[in-house]
């Protein structure tokens, strides 16, 4: 195809017009021969020519492409007549945005967190091993289950265990020490999961043994951060915890882990250890062809195989061995509330779609003389169609752009919001970035919703009865019966749709309110909590950790401002530890009396969180290792195991049956303190155990530091943050140089443990924010458009005595109408739909009587107030300028 | 909104009046006046066309490349745009002389001659 036919097409044109020019005159010059006058030779020249313009218009016509230039016209008519309705397309365009920008949002993240596929590898393939129970899975594993897991060959092809989460270590040997996030793994751990290695290599099988030496992997961010990207840096060392480690490998940029992680240091256990203590998290990848049941099948095996070695009740009754694919795993329970989300988001666009059909079926009947007039001069019915969805698609289009925009920012808030707990995106947002996919969503929710908006008017439009409308006045053409049915049944949906998201929202922000009032059995004001990794060689006994926490809670006290200090090896509101006891010289009907939550505390735990004793009393400095042993006790704790007896004339054993390291002698009950929330919020408060830091088992002391730091809690006379800097000085002292990290006030605790549910109640309640308002633009639309277009009716019936407020009273009652339509059925659907709500509700129901009664209020009163304007304005018609309107 | 469009003017004998242009232009260069006029002589006003409807032809073949054209001065002493054929336009007139010579043969065959 000869391209530049279509090039130039004007400067051709007019190269055309002088050749028809030369013709002319040269016709001209031949009929002047044959002895024309000239007035005569031109006419003659002209006549046996043909009309120029004809010749013109059909060069031009041949040098283009026919719908090209049909979809250029349709294009520039569409933003003509748009311009000239400046207020219809701004609405029309914000409505659009915001339901195609909150779309692109949350489609953003439910894509990076569900949908796109892991980084590693192959990952379909890749499998979390779990032990299995009634209720679901559990992630967790000893090194006896890893070892022989490892042993499944016929299932994995490869297999790595993990810590559960990266440990904190010190980075010394600086000016200061730096705490960075250490993560053990065994030497299968980096191909397993494809981590590129930059540098050196990974750990071999003797490194990652017993006593396999001090070797340790680098990430690509530590090694730019804090050693420049040195390429020499393997092989040398560096010290963590004041030991020296050899740096063996980096590993590349884009390696990705669940958490942060700073550096892999290897396990170096004993795999043939009968250590039962859960520490690992393990990862296997299938073997070509195996698929996830036949992994299913042999993990249940070895279940059968573990207990034959290990006792029946090496593992819970009724649990097992299995796999969960990896991605699955990872998403958790976050998957549900996003689906959930998603839906919620779908109404807003749908809500938006009815609204904008319905703003485009007034303007095109408004319209339906102008239409009618271009059918009978001999437009197609096709063609005022095709006119009708250009426009709908150019506004669809503009809107997408606009709503990928805003949607743009949306994922930014979300990130913002984000409780920090989304699994799959982090705070920086790398992992939610523009791609192909998230536009082609917002493209296709576009033209969708262009073709779904633009098809309902442009049908309604083109109906064939042309002299009828030509015919008809265009003031005294009402909505005709059915446009004004379609519309009404676009506002009904409208309302009832904006009820749904309205009530959802009422539910989750009653949610909210309930969480906030929620006593979690301390005060949260004015404290400040610091965490201080303890995991060197120096804190492995009972003894050093004692006298850290005795030298740091003296210095604490001295530090004006500060009201009492305390330390911990949990804090509350943050998960613990829980360990089993038995009552001394109690009867036990099984293996032990009961379990608890088990807190290694200092004696200011309880003054700084202002936890109140009930009864007896609390610990104090004495209680330490040449004392005889105690623990306080929860009142929770106290109204289980003693429900007729007094627990402080018990004794309880700790830890029986949980090995070696726990072992313990009885130790004397002493007080009863005040429950406190310490899983989180919205779980009601566990029966807890105190015991003093100082008269722990070394054994047990020395597995806690390596796992969990040192928790320091300083309740402070003002804001806590301004005495941040003398505490920290007083804890660097103390400590010998450690740094500390994760500082937060306890109402910061509070808060992030309230997060997810404040995600939920902020994002659902813009939802409904802006399904209300979208929604009452629907209602006022069709009101005020109802009123303008039976204005003359209105002017007859005034002229004919009725009084204005007759006539405010029959606009508001025809719009109310459609309100309280759009409510019932809101309501009903509400009723059905709250249901999948229900995981997301705490102490409110999915039928909340205060959000069900106060929501269908609430749009009652914005229905209203969307009639009352164009009611008003029905008032003001004057009798005469309608009557003469025609 | 535009209105069907027309068949073009002699569309059936669009092929003709192309075949007739190009054989214009054997013997040289001429400008858009004098082909008509050409035109007009050869098939006897056999072509009840309007004289403009020539220059759609001439722009499609000059397109096709099958002519060439430029601006010059006539015999009139007036400014004319000069066609002129191009090596690819000779080429198509013989094919196109040849389809036409098949094409009379066999309208006179079934016609049968009146010169026979």
């Known amino acids: ?287 070509p062809g195996v698929t996830v049941s036949q992994a299913n099948a042999q993990m249940r095996l070895a279940a059968e195989q573990y207990r034959r070695a290990y006792g029946e009740h090496s593992l819970p009754p009724g649990a097992g061995f299995g796999v969960v694919p990896l991605q699955q795993y990872l998403v958790g329970d976050m998957r549900f509330p996003l689906i959930v989300l998603l839906g919620a988001v779908g109404f807003v666009l749908l809500i938006a779609c009815a609204n904008v059909a319905n703003l485009l079926l007034a303007r095109a009947s408004a319209r339906r003389r102008e239409l009618a007039t271009r059918a009978a001069i001999g437009a197609g019915r096709g063609q005022i169609v095709r006119q009708l969805l250009t426009e709908s698609l150019v506004l669809a289009l503009a809107g997408g752009v606009l709503g990928l925009m805003l949607g743009f920012f949306g994922v930014r808030m979300l990130i913002g919001i984000n409780p920090g707990n989304i699994p799959r995106i982090s705070a920086t947002g790398p992992s939610i970035a523009l791609d192909p996919r998230i536009l082609l969503f917002t493209l296709a929710v576009s033209v969708m919703t262009g073709i779904l908006f633009g098809l309902i008017p442009a049908i309604a439009a083109s109906q064939p009865n042309l002299a009828a409308t030509l015919n008809e006045g265009s003031s005294r053409s009402g909505m005709s019966f059915r446009q004004g049915k379609v519309r009404s ?158 627990p402080l004339k018990d004794r309880i054993q700790i830890g029986v049956g949980a090995g070696p390291a726990f072992a313990e002698p009885p130790r004397q009950v002493i007080g009863i303190v005040g429950d406190t929330r310490n899983r989180s919020v919205d779980q009601p408060p566990d029966p807890m155990m105190y015991i003093p830091i100082a008269q722990m088992p070394n054994g047990e002391t020395a597995l806690n530091s390596r796992v969990a730091p040192v928790f320091w809690i300083v309740r402070t006379r003002t804001n806590p943050y301004t005495v941040l800097a003398p505490v920290e000085a007083a804890l660097r002292e103390a400590s010998g140089n450690l740094a500390v990290a994760h500082v937060r006030t306890m109402d910061e605790v509070e808060a992030r443990n309230i997060a997810r549910q404040r995600f939920n109640m902020v994002l659902l309640t813009l939802f409904g924010l802006s399904g209300l308002l979208m929604a009452a633009t629907g209602v006022y639309g069709v009101m005020s458009y109802s009123v303008q277009q039976r204005r003359q009716e209105l002017g007859i019936r005034m002229a004919l005595g009725a009084q204005a407020w007759n006539l405010r009273n029959m606009v508001v009652r025809q719009g109310m109408v459609l309100a309280l339509l759009g409510v019932a059925v809101g309501l009903g659907g509400a009723f059905w739909l709250t249901r999948f709500l229900a995981s997301f509700l705490f102490e409110v129901k999915t039928w909340d009587p205060v959000a069900f009664v106060a929501t269908p209020l609430l749009l009652f009163v914005v229905a209203l107030l969307a009639v009352w304007v164009p009611a008003r304005r029905a008032t003001q018609v004057d009798p005469m300028t309608a009557l003469r309107l025609e | 909104m535009v209105p069907k469009e027309p068949p073009e003017a002699g569309e059936v004998l669009q092929g003709t009046l192309d075949m007739l242009i190009l054989r214009t232009l054997v013997l040289g260069a001429a400008h858009g006046h004098t082909i008509a006029q050409a035109i007009e002589r050869t098939s006897e006003n056999a072509l009840e066309v309007e004289q403009g409807s020539l220059y759609p032809a001439l722009h499609r073949l000059e397109d096709r490349g099958w002519l060439a054209s430029e601006w010059g001065v006539s015999e009139n002493n007036r400014r004319a745009k000069y066609y002129r054929l191009t090596p690819k336009g000779r080429r198509e007139l013989a094919a196109a002389t040849g389809r036409w010579r098949r094409m009379t043969r066999a309208i006179d065959l079934i016609l049968g001659s009146e010169t026979e």
């Open chain 1, 1 to 287: 195809m000869n391209l530049h036919r279509y090039t130039g097409r004007t400067r051709k044109d007019q190269d055309l017009a002088e050749e028809i020019e030369s013709h002319l005159a040269h016709e001209q010059d031949v009929q002047a021969a044959r002895g024309a006058g000239p007035e005569e030779a031109q006419r003659r020249a002209r006549l046996r020519f043909g009309n120029p313009r004809t010749v013109r218009e059909r060069v031009w016509r041949y040098r283009s492409l026919p719908w090209l230039d049909d979809v250029g016209r349709d294009l520039r008519f569409a933003l003509r007549s748009l311009a000239r309705t400046p207020g219809f397309t701004v609405v029309t365009l914000l409505v659009l945005a915001v339901g195609i920008g909150v779309n692109t949002a949350v489609f953003s993240v439910v894509d990076a967190v569900l949908l796109k596929p892991l980084t590693y590898p192959d990952p379909q393939a890749m499998m979390q091993l779990v032990l299995t129970a009634r209720r679901g899975h559990f992630g967790g594993a000893s090194i006896p289950e890893f070892a022989l897991w490892s042993r499944q060959s016929g299932i994995f092809e490869q297999i790595a265990a993990s810590g559960f989460l990266p440990e904190g270590v010190n980075l010394t040997g600086g000016d200061q020490p730096e705490q960075l996030q250490a993560l053990n793994v065994t030497r299968d751990y980096f191909a397993l999961f494809g981590a590129p290695v930059i540098a050196g290599r990974t750990f071999t099988a003797a490194e990652d043994s017993p006593h396999g030496g001090r070797v340790v992997v680098l990430s690509y961010g530590l090694w730019k951060q804090r050693y420049g990207g040195d390429p020499r840096i393997v092989g040398r060392t560096i010290q963590l915890d004041d030991q020296p480690y050899l740096v063996v490998g980096v590993i590349g940029k884009n390696f990705v882990t669940d958490t942060p992680v700073d550096l892999w240091v290897p396990t170096q256990f004993d795999r043939n250890s009968h250590e039962m203590v859960i520490n690992y998290t393990v990862v296997g990848r299938l073997r």
């Open chain 1, 489 to 646: 049944i676009l506002v009904v949906s409208e309302v009832a749709l904006a009820l749904i998201l309205v009530i959802g929202a009422a539910l989750l922000i009653r949610t909210f309110r309930k969480l906030g009032e929620v006593d979690p059995g301390f005060d949260t004001h004015n404290v400040l909590t610091l965490a201080m990794s303890i995991s060197g060689e120096r804190f492995q006994t009972t003894a050093a950790v004692a006298q850290l926490v005795r030298e740091g809670q003296d210095r604490l006290d001295a530090v004006p401002g500060v009201v009492a200090a305390g330390a911990s090896n949990c804090l509350p509101l943050a998960q613990g530890f829980g360990m089993v006891f038995d009552v001394v010289g109690r009867p036990k009907n099984g293996p032990f009396t009961g379990g608890a939550g088990f807190y290694s505390v200092s004696s200011g735990y309880f003054s700084s969180l202002g936890i109140p004793l009930v009864r007896g009393r609390l610990l104090t400095e004495r209680d330490d290792a040449s004392a005889p042993g105690v623990v306080v006790i929860s009142q929770e704790m106290a109204r289980l195991y003693w429900p007729h007896g007094d």
